[in-house]
């Protein structure tokens, strides 16, 4: 299980190029990666998001690329001739113009754009990937090292927190079986003190009674808990990425606790829903940050 939350660089250089990449991701709902290169390597984007989506599933992803020439490859200079000529030609034509000679020097023609260039050259995008893929590659390396590690963290922590709700779930379970008992009791009383006797030999009355106390049993909904704290332990075992799934589990653990705070009607129970719920609240701001 990994968190969604790390961050990677790594380094890689070849006789042209010397690339860095920093990979850093946060957690969102699906997969998002945003790649921040130089306009030049617009076609390799594809190719970054391909990679980085073969190790991360979901979270915001943040790829920051680096390209410097290396020191091997050289820089070229460029002259225009013909434009250096034109510039000449240019103050011969001034110095006729002001009847005396009118030269240009050294100065004049470097301040001239255009005549002088020194050029890096374009990026050829090939030799570019050969820098910049094993870069990325150890960037998303350590990133998803980082977020192992977190997620580890995280899984320690939804076990404890799942004991906690677990013996919350076995608490509620043994006041539960007098619930009905007391409640039918009370019931009863109240009937009397208002000069209202039943005859429990009445059908009618025994079939209300019956459905009185179904309908404060929570024997299933204890059952159904069991069922998904088995199973949230099973996701957190998953080689699969558990994120979505464990969100769901809390919103069912979260029902299925709701359902046994109305049902039972009892201080004490409710008192333990209470404690359940805020355990629950808090694995549930965790899950937020599972993939």
Known sequence: MNSMTGFGRGSAATDHWLA??????VNRKQA???VQAPRELNELESRIRKTALGVVSRGRLQISITLERSQASASSVRVDA??????ESAFTELGQTL???VLPNAADFLRQPGIISVSNGEIEIEQAWLAIEPALDEALQQLSIMRG???R????DFLSRLGTLAAFAGKIAAIAPERPIRQREVMLKRLRDAGLDLDLSDERVVKELALFSDRCDVTEELTRLDSHFAKFREYLDATEPPGRALDFLCQELFREFNTIGSKANDASIAQTIVEAKTELEKIREQ???VE
């Not at 963290?153 to 320690?156: E, F």
């Open 153 to 156: 963290d995280l899984k320690a």
């Open 20 to 25: 860095t990449v920093e990979t850093s991701s």
């Open 32 to 34: 998002e990666v945003v």
């Open 287 to 289: 899950v937020q940050n």
């Open 149 to 151: 590690r977190e997620g």
């Open 82 to 87: 013909l434009l250096a000529l034109s510039f």
């Open 99 to 101: 009847g005396r000679p």
